[in-house]
């Protein structure tokens, strides 16, 4: 059994390519409440069914956690049913970021550095953040593509660049006046 298999509702089809890769939030937040609703621990009393409840809740969740963000899905996708691991010890140098890419990061992560000490850096790191989304969602748009059309290549591609820009935003998203480096 795999994460889509337990939320058959939502992706009847199974992962993609035969079902899309973008999964609507919503229809899987419902499903998720109903199976939680349904096998809920405190349900049940002490002994092997509150065991295999917590058990199972416990595998609800992290399927659902997994699924509902699109790079912990694509990192699933690809180790899971490819045997791709891009998070694995030995993933910087097998599944190296593009030198276009490497370079738009370190842009950025320079252009943080020059504003940082800057009066008006607040407001530039708000921008450097909308960028970054946007970058983001662009990857995102075009790893689904590849996981829709069984692209495996490409979706190994979009997959290392997308761990780069959430690594980016999460930079931005705890940047605070004064800091020099993310």
Same mark, same amino acid.
């Given at each position: 059994t795999n994460h889509y298999t337990i939320f058959k509702t939502t992706l009847p089809a199974g992962p993609p390519p035969a079902?899309?890769?973008h999964i609507p939030p919503s229809t899987l937040r419902r499903e998720f409440l109903q199976w939680q609703s349904r096998i809920h621990p405190d349900k049940y009393p002490q002994g092997p069914q509150?065991? #295999?409840?917590e058990a199972l809740s416990a595998r609800i969740n992290e399927a659902y956690r997994t699924l509902l963000d699109p790079l912990q899905r694509a990192q699933y996708l690809l180790r899971e049913m490819h045997g791709i691991d891009v998070t694995a010890e030995d993933g910087a140098t097998k599944h190296a970021l593009d030198a276009e890419t490497l370079m !738009?990061?370190?842009e950025v992560q320079e252009t943080i550095e020059e504003v940082s000490g800057d009066p008006g850096a607040e407001e530039r790191i708000a921008e450097l953040k909308r960028e970054n989304e946007g970058r983001v969602e !662009?990857? &995102?748009r075009v790893l %689904?593509? #590849?996981f829709d059309r069984g692209d495996v290549e490409v979706a190994r591609r979009e997959c &290392?660049?997308?761990r780069f820009w959430y690594s &980016?935003? !999460? %930079?931005l998203r705890e940047w605070e006046p004064g800091m020099v480096e993310i």
């Open positions: 079902s899309p890769f509150k065991q #295999a409840a !738009e990061v370190m !662009e990857c &995102v %689904g593509e #590849a &290392v660049r997308l &980016v935003g !999460e %930079g």
